[in-house]
């Protein structure tokens, strides 16, 4: 029998509760590939023609949200962290290209933070990576893509900084 979307939120809701911090996301990132792992999950909450945004679950107590994203041709975004929170992207079809990057200045009222890319890697159907408060990471994709993401609270009405890549000599600047 395929997982549901309340057995998932279930879940996620005992591991992040029974696990404070990084152990429970943990936890709630392999709880992410399994389903990822599941045809009918991903058929039945990320399916073709799933919204860029797509909230299906808030857990009313721990604050998390549960995420499907589908994207239509080439989409990428700058560096970013989740402010005050963290994420789990995984990966439900096509391909993402992921980048870390290393936070050189932190962003001001005024000033965009600046960063340096630290790896690229591919992000496949079934990945699943935690992005812990305050690190910074950068999704390219190509082509259509689908995924799931968890937030650690709803990022929807939470104001973020922006950051800007720059190399190493461009930061002393």
């Known amino acids: 029998m395929a997982i549901t979307l309340e057995k998932f939120a279930a879940d996620c809701h005992a591991a992040l509760k029974s696990q404070p911090g990084t152990p429970g996301r943990e936890e709630v990132r392999k709880l ?5 792992a599941d045809p009918e999950f991903v058929a039945t909450y990320i399916p073709p023609g799933t919204p860029e945004r797509h909230l299906l679950y808030e857990d009313g107590e721990l604050g998390f949200a549960i995420l499907a994203h589908g994207y239509v041709g080439p989409k990428s975004s700058k560096p970013h962290d989740h402010g005050p929170s963290w994420a789990i992207y995984g990966q439900a079809a096509g391909e993402t290209i992921m980048t870390d990057w290393e936070c050189l200045v932190r962003p001001t009222d005024g000033a965009p933070g600046k960063a340096s890319a630290i790896r690229e890697y591919v992000m496949s159907p079934g990945d699943a ?23 650690g609270l709803n990022m929807a009405t939470v104001k973020r900084f922006p950051y800007e890549a720059v190399t190493m000599s461009q930061a002393a600047e």
């Open 32 to 36: 992410v590939a399994q389903v990822l």
């Open 129 to 151: 990576y935690l992005y812990d408060v305050g690190v910074l990471h950068s999704p390219e994709r190509k082509h259509d893509t689908r995924l799931l993401r968890i937030e």
